[in-house]
């Protein structure tokens, strides 16, 4: 896969993690920042601790420490909230927790943005909201026989375009995902990389989470390396290697 990396530019830190400390210890003072146009890596094996990173940064658990949007204190204290505060979680069960499978792929595309498509009275602007679906369809290149098709009946790769373009319809800040491309196949990975890549063209941040250090090598500007519920090391993926992400994958220090 050939990236964009190294054209990026970055703009302003937009997230900062302080301490972050889940608080029975599922995670560490983690501290990282992110930037517009920056993808940032984190990179651990099973149980590292990454996916409670990202729900306890979504508003899932509760936490000590800081979280700050934009150099002001946020208090993610649900993950309503942190929608509210302009971050998105693509997460790696989606099909629990990332889609409405028995909802058709307009309606889980509008999902997350009702209030764009509704007035004072809660009235829904439908055309508005199909106008803006199907052309999420078409950029994101959903192979659906309609908008109105039950998420369920789509391919993996498919399903998971529909979670991002969930969020790309929001007004979200921080895109967190976590393992983008488990489940998925070898054409639907180039789409989901390229589509990453499009979301810090934008000016978005991006933290990928993943135990696949080969996508984290290939498309990051930053990696840190969990383990045990702790970032034990970053590293530059210029400089890296597979072999030295799973050493400090496993304890190695």
């Avoid at 054209?7 to 983690?30: C, S, Y």
């Avoid at 829904?124 to 659906?144: A, F, P, R, Y």
């Avoid at 789409?191 to 978005?204: P, Q």
Wanted: charged share 30%; with cysteine; net charge neutral.
């Amino acid at each position: 896969y050939e990236s964009n990396r190294g054209k990026r530019e970055f703009g302003e830190e937009i997230l900062a993690l302080e301490n972050l400390t889940e608080v029975n210890g599922k995670i560490k003072d983690i501290n990282l920042s992110i930037r517009e146009g920056e993808i940032i890596g984190i990179a651990g094996l099973v149980g590292a601790g990454k996916t409670e990173l990202c729900k306890t940064i979504f508003g899932d658990y509760t936490y000590n420490g800081k979280i700050k949007m934009r150099g002001k204190e946020i208090k993610n204290k649900s993950p309503y909230n942190a929608v509210k505060n302009k971050l998105a979680l693509v997460p790696e069960e989606r099909r629990k927790e990332g889609v409405l499978v028995t909802d058709s792929v307009s309606k889980n595309l509008s999902i997350s943005s009702l209030g764009k498509y509704s007035n004072f009275l809660s009235v829904v602007n439908k055309s508005k909201e199909q106008k803006d679906t199907h052309k999420m369809i078409d950029d994101l290149g959903v192979v659906t026989p309609s908008p109105n098709q039950k998420v369920a009946l789509l391919s993996g790769g498919n399903q998971q375009k529909v979670v991002v373009g969930k969020w790309l319809l929001s007004d979200a800040e921080i895109y967190i995902f976590d393992e983008p491309s488990k489940g998925i196949d070898v054409g639907s990975k180039q789409d989901m990389y390229k589509l990453i890549e499009r979301v810090a063209s934008e000016g978005k941040g991006v933290l990928y989470v993943t135990s696949e250090f080969n996508e984290l090598l290939s498309i990051c500007d930053k990696i840190y390396i969990m383990y045990d519920g702790k970032i034990v090391k970053e590293v530059n993926p210029l400089e890296s290697s597979e072999k030295e992400l799973l050493y400090y994958s496993t304890g190695g220090a």
